[in-house]
Structures are given as C-alpha cells and as structure tokens.
C-alpha cells in the first residue's frame, strides 16, 4: 500500500477542502442488542466487545499514540426508553481508554444512585487524534 502525504484533502464532489487532522482516526456503527455485530466503520475498527449489559469496547486496528484521543459516542434504540445516558467508561490505571480499545456504557439513570445498564439497537462511536 502507497502512502499519499497531505495537509488538506478534499473528497470528489466536496466544494472544501478540510485539514487532514478533522478526519476521524476511526468510526464505528454497531448493534448492540443480541449477538453485537459491527454495521459499518472506517477500517479502522478491528473488533467489538460486549463487556455486559450496556457496557461495550471498540478495539482500534491502529493504535492512537496517546490516551488523550478525542471520542464521542452516542446510542439509540427501537423502542422508546426515558432517561438513557451514553457515557465513557474509565479503563486501566490513566482512568482513560488505553491507546488501543474504547470502552462505552449505556444506562437508564432511574434516580441519583440507581443506574441499571442498557443493551440498545444502535451505537455509533467517532475518535479523532494522532494514530501511533
């Protein structure tokens, strides 16, 4: 595989062009209800988890080269549910995801200390930062 060397990039049929580093490292679409199965990503993804109820990891192909990558998640489902929260989930000693995996919960936040995890349809995940 060639490697092209860029600043900008602009995709055909764009009218910008955009800085190479807004380009998301890695983005994931997954299921997870059932048997969790990834609908779609960049490539990016080697794998998904599933850690237990609402509680999931994406493991990146291509590692990042520090914890301090830039995530966002967010999560919907078929059957209307009051109250879900999306949220990262601290993982290993930094109290981040590691360079190698994010880890994603959902739960249905009852109250101020009842939070009960929650397996939903759709979970979508987008990281953006320097890969090692």
């Known amino acids: ?19 190479v580093s807004g380009v998301a490292a ?6 997870g ?25 994406s493991n990146f192909t291509s590692g990042f080269s520090a914890v ?3 995530g966002t998640t967010s999560s919907s489902w078929d059957t209307v549910t009051s109250g879900v929260i999306n949220f990262n989930r601290a993982v290993g000693s930094s109290g981040y995801s590691t360079t190698s995996l994010f880890r994603m919960q959902n739960v ?13 349809d759709y979970l979508y995940a987008v990281f953006h930062g320097d890969l090692a």
Request: glycine share 10%; proline share 0%; no cysteine.
């Open 68 to 70: 301090d990558y830039a």
């Open 33 to 57: 209800t059932g048997t969790v199965a990834v609908r779609d990503s960049n490539g990016n993804i080697s794998s998904i988890s599933d850690n237990g109820t609402g509680d999931y990891t």
């Open 1 to 19: 595989m060639s490697t092209i060397i860029v600043t900008n990039i602009k995709a055909t049929g764009e009218t910008a062009s955009r800085a």
């Open 108 to 120: 249905v936040v009852d109250s101020t200390t009842n939070r009960t995890g929650l397996d939903v």
């Open 26 to 31: 890695a983005w994931v679409n997954f299921n």
